[in-house]
């Protein structure tokens, strides 16, 4: 995945600072490349309902996916039949059969498929049409944690771990380069750190969900402050 970097900073780091001082982080500038998917291992998974009410569970390949790609690998693969509309971001799911089915809440691909719920959705003469906007901007925001630093940066989707260094918004193309510059001197001020000679740096989306680089490598450069 390369999501997870270790650094070793036993020479650089005091392993204990004056009460009277207080250490700040930075991050100076990080690359990360756009090689993750919006049809990964998190938002993959298609559950429906057939007539009979049996279970069926279809796993979408991992992959980079628009509305005709998607639309296309269920067309050839499944019993439905995908139909896009453009004016509404729409898609109308139809069974091929014209049997009544449910789409299940356990399915994690709701945001591509434009259907969204805590419950399940029944078909209409066999057919359900998304409930709001298809979606294939799936990782909108890169986060970077470090749960070695206590930033008091805290991710709305993990609000009890204050260890966010960074929220880098995604605008990127894929298989680009997105790329961070700190120009307005931001930093953050640590309230407590510990096994800072050996730390570890992850990447998450705004989901709370680890980021696939696919096996490239990004890069970060911080600054420590010590006053």
């Not at 100076?28 to 429906?48: E, G, K, M, Q, W």
């Not at 269920?74 to 049997?99: D, E, K």
């Not at 959705?121 to 901007?137: C, K, L, Q, R």
């Not at 740096?201 to 490598?217: E, K, M, P, R, T």
Request: aromatic share 12%; glycine share 4%.
């Amino acid at each position: 995945m390369n999501t997870v970097l270790t650094w070793y900073l036993k020479r650089f780091l005091p392993t204990r600072i004056d009460r009277r001082q207080t250490m700040y982080v930075s991050v100076l500038s990080a690359s990360i490349p756009c090689t993750f998917l919006n049809c990964d291992y998190f938002n993959n998974i298609f559950v429906y309902y057939d007539e009979n009410n049996i279970q069926h569970t279809l796993n979408i390949p991992q992959g980079n996916y628009n509305v005709a790609t998607l639309a296309n690998w269920f067309n050839l693969n499944t019993a439905f039949t995908f139909t896009y509309n453009p004016i509404t971001n729409h898609y109308m799911i139809q069974n091929n059969s014209n049997q009544e089915w449910k789409f299940s809440q356990l399915s994690t691909c709701q945001e591509l498929l434009g259907l969204i719920t805590e419950g399940d959705i029944e078909s209409v003469n066999g057919a359900i049409e998304s409930n709001s906007a298809v979606n294939f901007f799936t990782i909108r925001n890169i986060i970077i944690l470090c749960p070695s630093l206590n930033t008091n940066n805290v991710n709305v989707q993990q609000q009890n771990n204050r260890n966010c260094l960074l929220s880098i918004p995604v605008t990127a193309g894929a298989n680009s380069i997105l790329v961070y510059q700190n120009t307005q001197g931001v930093r953050s001020e640590l309230d407590s750190y510990n096994q800072m000679n050996n730390f570890q740096l992850v990447l998450i989306d705004q989901d709370g969900d680890y980021i696939d680089l696919n096996g490239a490598h990004w890069s970060i450069s911080l600054l420590f402050q010590i006053e």
